[in-house]
């Protein structure tokens, strides 16, 4: 008996809340995040050199932060890999440093904790921009990138 490809409105539709973008809660939790980040960005003193090399208009940034983010599993994958595919070189107009890198790692664990409740979560997210963060260095020590202009 040959099997039959049912049309597209009979196909069952698979839904994987399993995966990392619905456990944290999906877009709006993404927004949450992402929204706070940059609100600490701003206003922190102890974050100003990051914030300075940013546009004064944080919402566009937002904007393609959580683009990025409701991707990040298949992206995180592809990073660990070969870096990521072009962030890097997005990242070379602006100039990343240690001073930089380590005050964006500042707040992005303290706009974790305030909005996304699963600790374990938090732990994986934290984890797996930690390396990305790295990889964005265009000055100072450890500025290399890979090598291929990623
Ligand atoms: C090392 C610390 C980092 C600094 C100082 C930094 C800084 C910046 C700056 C200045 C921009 C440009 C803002 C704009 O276009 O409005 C940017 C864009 C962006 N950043 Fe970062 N970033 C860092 C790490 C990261 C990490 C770890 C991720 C992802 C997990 C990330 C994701 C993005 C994305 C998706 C964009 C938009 C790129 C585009 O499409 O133009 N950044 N970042």
């Not at 979560?121 to 090598?147: F, K, S, T, V, W």
Request: glycine fraction near 10%; hydrophobic fraction near 35%; proline fraction near 9%.
């Amino acid at each position: 008996m040959s099997r039959v490809t049912p049309p597209p409105s009979r196909r069952k539709v698979i839904f994987m809340p399993e995966t990392p973008y619905h456990r944290v809660g999906g877009e709006a939790a993404i927004r949450r995040l992402v929204s706070r980040f940059y609100e600490l960005m701003d206003e922190l003193p102890e974050a100003y050199a990051a914030r300075k090399i940013h546009p004064q208009d944080l919402g566009h940034s937002g904007e393609k932060f959580v683009m990025f983010l409701s991707g990040a599993g298949r992206t995180a994958a592809l990073c660990r890999e070969f870096g990521h595919p072009m962030l890097r070189r997005r990242h070379l107009p602006y100039p990343i440093g240690p001073r930089e890198r380590d005050e964006w790692l500042m707040c992005m664990p303290l706009a974790l904790d305030e909005t996304i409740a699963d600790a374990e979560l938090r732990g994986q997210l934290y984890q797996a921009m930690q390396p990305i963060a790295e990889h964005m260095l265009n000055r100072g020590e450890g500025a290399g990138g890979c090598g291929r202009g990623h």
